[in-house]
């Protein structure tokens, strides 16, 4: 009559690319790094109360991050940083993280008569973050990060909810009537 369930997630992941070009004769480099990690975690409990109810408990945290480091051999932007004298290359680098949060809690009762009743807590949290960092350099010298080419950005949102379902069976017609909060 119950049941627990524990699920487990994890990703790790490291590559890069590189890319050789020649544009209107000019030999351009471009290297890009990519490091990635996922966790992803969730438990669910069964509860069967009664012949006709059940009742689901469930969580779930998720955390991934994603970094990324772009380099370019060639500073191909000189119409942007007209005040910056002095750069041969180019460099950003990239965090992004997201931290996911939830819980809820479903119960599902079968009527007698073949109706379905539903109820459902829950709420979700969810938080994610990205900083950027632009450089121009000069050969591994850095000359500057530019302040308008950066981002600190951080943005969270919170989702509590509460869901009510009835199935009415009217043969040959089933009739569904919800109220969400």
């Known amino acids: 009559t119950q049941n627990l369930k524990w699920e487990s997630k994890i990703n790790l992941d ?16 471009e290297n890009l790094d990519n490091q ?13 109360l009664a012949p006709r109810k059940v009742m689901l408990l469930t969580g779930r945290y ?14 191909l932007y000189p119409e942007l940083f007209t005040e910056v004298t002095g750069t041969d ?27 379905l009743f539903e109820i459902q807590l ?3 949290y969810r938080n994610d973050f990205l900083n950027t960092l632009l450089e121009l350099n000069d050969q591994s010298n850095l ?16 989702d509590l909810y509460f869901k009510s379902k009835y199935l009415l069976d009217v043969k040959p017609f089933k009739l569904n009537g919800t109220i969400a909060f």
Do not use: C, M
Request: charged share 20%.
């Open 14 to 29: 490291n590559f890069g690319d590189s890319n050789l070009l020649v544009f209107n004769g000019d030999d351009i480099s």
């Open 36 to 48: 990635n990690l996922l966790v992803d975690q969730k438990l669910v409990y069964t509860n069967k």
């Open 62 to 75: 998720i955390y991934e991050r994603s970094d990324q480091f772009y380099a370019i051999n060639r500073f």
């Open 89 to 115: 290359n180019v460099a950003q680098s990239n965090d992004n993280q997201y931290h996911f949060g939830g819980f809820e809690a479903h119960l599902l009762e079968r009527k007698s008569n073949g109706d």
């Open 122 to 124: 829950g709420n979700a």
């Open 143 to 158: 000359v500057t990060t530019p302040e308008d080419f950066q981002n600190n950005l951080r943005y969270q949102t919170n």
